[in-house]
């Protein structure tokens, strides 16, 4: 179970039978995952425009590429715990797996894990700005 697609279904399948607030708690779960911001990317933080505006939460990314393989690193405001297990969620998917497959993330993964109603339409709208600017830009860096 090691491709992103298979990881993906296994968390998806996490959240299959669960009722809105469980599908909460676990989300909050995963967001205890998401290792702290290292003082390199602190440093680089200030100095580059790696925030999401999209989303009203204070989320910066770094998708990026070493010898094909993806990784995110990722910070995310401590008050919106739901964005970052999210964001956990994608970072755990794509970490260690070839650019190419990584930058196939399932366009209606909220609608799959049953997130979308729960989380509401502006917050759905944020994790989908998240998701769309990895995916562009682990995208950006595969061979054409």
Same mark, same amino acid.
């Given at each position: 179970?090691?491709?992103?697609?298979?990881?993906?279904?296994?968390?998806?399948?996490?959240?299959?039978?669960?009722?809105?607030?469980?599908?909460?708690?676990?989300?909050?779960?995963?967001?205890?995952?998401?290792?702290?911001?290292?003082?390199?990317?602190?440093?680089?933080?200030?100095?580059?425009? &790696?925030? =999401?505006? #999209?989303?009203? +939460?204070?989320?910066?990314?770094?998708? $990026?590429?070493?010898?094909?393989?993806?990784? @995110?690193?990722?910070?995310?405001?401590?008050?919106?715990?739901?964005?970052?297990?999210?964001?956990?969620?994608?970072?755990?998917?794509?970490?260690? &797996?070839? =650019?190419? #497959?990584?930058? +196939?993330?399932?366009?209606?993964?909220? $609608?799959?894990?049953?997130?979308?109603?729960? @989380?509401?339409?502006?917050?759905?709208?944020?994790?989908?700005?998240?998701?769309?600017?990895?995916?562009?830009?682990?995208?950006?860096?595969?061979?054409?």
């Amino acid at each position: 179970m090691n491709g992103v697609n298979e990881r993906l279904n296994a968390i998806i399948g996490e959240f299959a039978d669960l009722d809105g607030r469980e599908k909460l708690e676990l989300l909050l779960d995963y967001a205890a995952g998401l290792p702290p911001l290292p003082p390199e990317y602190q440093a680089r933080k200030g100095a580059e425009d &790696r925030r =999401v505006h #999209e989303c009203q +939460t204070p989320v910066f990314l770094w998708p $990026e590429v070493t010898d094909g393989t993806a990784r @995110l690193t990722a910070e995310v405001a401590p008050e919106a715990p739901t964005v970052k297990g999210f964001v956990a969620i994608l970072a755990d998917a794509v970490n260690g &797996r070839p =650019v190419a #497959e990584a930058a +196939t993330l399932p366009d209606d993964m909220l $609608e799959r894990m049953g997130l979308a109603d729960v @989380l509401g339409i502006l917050r759905s709208r944020g994790l989908r700005a998240i998701l769309a600017r990895i995916k562009r830009e682990l995208a950006g860096t595969t061979p054409a």
